[in-house]
C-alpha cells in the first residue's frame, strides 16, 4: 500500500496529511525528483567550475607548465623547472638526494627544497612552515607562493578566475631618491680622490670587492677629474638588491694622464635590508665614447732615446712571441705584480691552442710619459692563418707600460680600445 499526503487548507497555511495511496503523493514524488535532477545538476556544475585550469600570471605574462598546477591542501603547487626558469634562476637537481635547488641570477636568492622533506632553505637559512615538492605525472611541484614570496614578489590569488598573479614590486619615489643620492656620492668621491669614500660605498662582501676598487680609482691618485652619474633606469629591483644602468660623464681637471670619456654602465648593488644604504656590488661599463681620443694622440712629449727604444722593443716582442706561441716569452712581457695575471694567461693558453692567428703591429706612438710609465698608442691587425673561424680585424688602443725597479719595461692590465674595425 503506497502512502500520499492529504492537503488541509487553514487560513492561508496548507498542509499535508499522510493518506494511503492519495495523488498527492504522485505529485510530491514528481517534484522531489525534479529537485533531485535540479540539485545534481547544479553540482556538476559546481564540480566542472572547480576543475577549471590555475592560471600562473607572471608580470602580466601567463607561464605555461609541463603539468597543470595543482591544489593540494589548499596550496597551489606548480611544476618547477618551468617556474625557476621563467624567474631566471639558474637550476640544479641533485638525483641522490632528490633536492631541487634555483639562484637567482639577479637578486642573489637561492632556495632548496628537497622531495620527501619538509624542510626548505632560503640562502642557507632554515624556511618557515612545511614547505615540501610534490610529484605528479612524473613532474616535481612545488609551492608556488613560498617561491614567490622568497624572491619578494607580490602575490595574488583570485579563487574567482582561479588564478595567481606573480608581480615585481616596482621601485617607489624613495627608493628613486635613495639611487640618485648614492650616485652623487659616487661621483663625487671619485671626483675628490678619496679612497675611504670610494670604498665605504663598495660591497665589502663582494667578490668583486678589489676589481671594483681598482676599476673606479685607477687613475685617482694621479691625476683630478670630475665624475658625474646620471640614472638612465632601473632594470630590476627587490627590497635588497637592484641593477641600474646608468650614464656617466668623466673629465680631467688636472695632472696626469687621462682620456675624458662617456659610458653607459650596468651597476649591481644590494643593502641589508628595505630603506638600507645601498651598496656596489659590480659595476661593467658597455659602451664607452673617448671624447678627447684626437687631441690625446695628438700630444707629443719628451722621451729620453733610450727609454724609448726600450717601450717599442716590449711591444714588438709581445707581437713575436704571439705570433710564435711561445706563452712563456708573452708572459714576461707583463707586469709580473697584476692581480689575477696567471689566471689570465692560463685562458690565453687555451686561446692559442685553439686558434692560429697572426699579429701585426702596423703603428706606435708614445702619447704620454714620465719616468716611471708611459701610455703607447698602437694599431694592431690580426688575420687567421687556421682553426676555428675568426673575424680578421684592425685595433686601435692605448695601452699602459711601467718601468720596474731593475728599468725594463712591462705591460699592465690598463688599456683603452678605441675602435676595432672588421676586415
Known sequence: MMIGYESLELGRLRYLNYIPGGKEMRKLTFVTAFFM??????????TADQQKPIQVWLD?????????????????????????TALDFKITYEATTKRIRGTSIYDNVTIEMTIGSDKAFINGQPAKGNVQPIVRDGRT?????????ATELDVQWDAKDRSITLTTPGPTAQDYEQIISFLTKLGEAQSNGNEAEVRALLNSGSPLYESNYSALMEFLNQVKIKSEYELSFISNMTNTSTMIMVNNESTKISDGF????????????????KGGDWKLDSLLALITEYTNAE???????????????KIIALLEEQINSSNDNDNQRYAATFDPNIPGLEESLAFLDVLMAEYNLHYELNDWKIVYYDELQAYVYFSQTTTRIDGPEYADNRMEGILKVIKLEDGTWRVTNTSFTLSIEEL
Open 141 to 149: 611541484l612545488v609551492p608556488l607562493r613560498f617561491v614567490g614570496e
Open 258 to 273: 687621462y682620456i675624458d670619456n662617456k659610458s653607459f654602465q650596468a651597476l649591481a648593488l644590494s643593502r641589508d635590508n
Open 60 to 84: 602580466g605574462e601567463e607561464l605555461v607548465f609541463e603539468v597543470q598546477p595543482v591544489l593540494h591542501n589548499n596550496i597551489t603547487y606548480v611544476e618547477f623547472r618551468s617556474l625557476f
Open 295 to 309: 687631441e690625446v694622440l695628438a700630444s707629443e712629449p719628451t722621451v729620453p732615446a733610450e727609454e724609448k727604444a
Open 37 to 46: 535532477v535540479l540539485m545534481l545538476a547544479s553540482a556538476g556544475m559546481a
